[in-house]
């Protein structure tokens, strides 16, 4: 009897956002957004020099997590993202089909706002396709 190892896919990211976040809605109503995360490596490399690394990443949440990150966030931002990997397929202008890796947004953390003890902002539609779970984002209510 082999064993299996179980299916784990998390991924954490904590980075600058490269540019404004694009907000939406799909043909449903449903809200999402897509923004950009530049992530920082520093290390020494052979000769004893300082080196940076820089790392991009494509980010989309869904439903209240989108609306909070559409309302909060601007190029530049510090945030901290929990998700899973995905990817996708899509068609570019000229027809050819392109695939796309990024992080689906499970939790938004704004790093840089001023008050980090606020209530956590949670998607309550997790039923719906591609819904984040929860949170970590906050809201102004």
């Not at 990150?69 to 899973?84: F, I, P, Q």
């Not at 990024?102 to 539609?125: G, M, S």
């Amino acid at each position: 009897m082999a064993f299996k190892m179980p299916d784990i896919n998390r991924v954490m990211i904590a980075g600058n956002l490269t540019r404004d976040p694009s907000f939406r809605q799909t043909s449903q109503q449903t809200p999402v957004v897509n923004f950009c995360v530049a992530s920082n490596r520093k290390y020494k490399d052979q000769n004893g020099q300082w080196r940076e690394e820089v790392c991009y990443v494509g980010v989309v949440a869904w439903h209240k997590l989108a609306e909070s990150c559409g309302k909060n966030l601007t190029r530049g931002s510090a945030v901290l993202v929990d998700g899973e990997l995905q990817s996708r397929l899509w068609k570019s202008e000229d027809g050819d089909a392109r695939t796309v890796v990024e992080i689906k947004a499970h939790r938004v953390q704004f790093l840089d706002k001023p008050n980090r003890n606020e209530t956590p902002v949670t998607d309550d539609d997790a039923s719906i396709e591609n819904a984040p779970s929860e949170s970590w984002s906050h809201s102004e209510n």
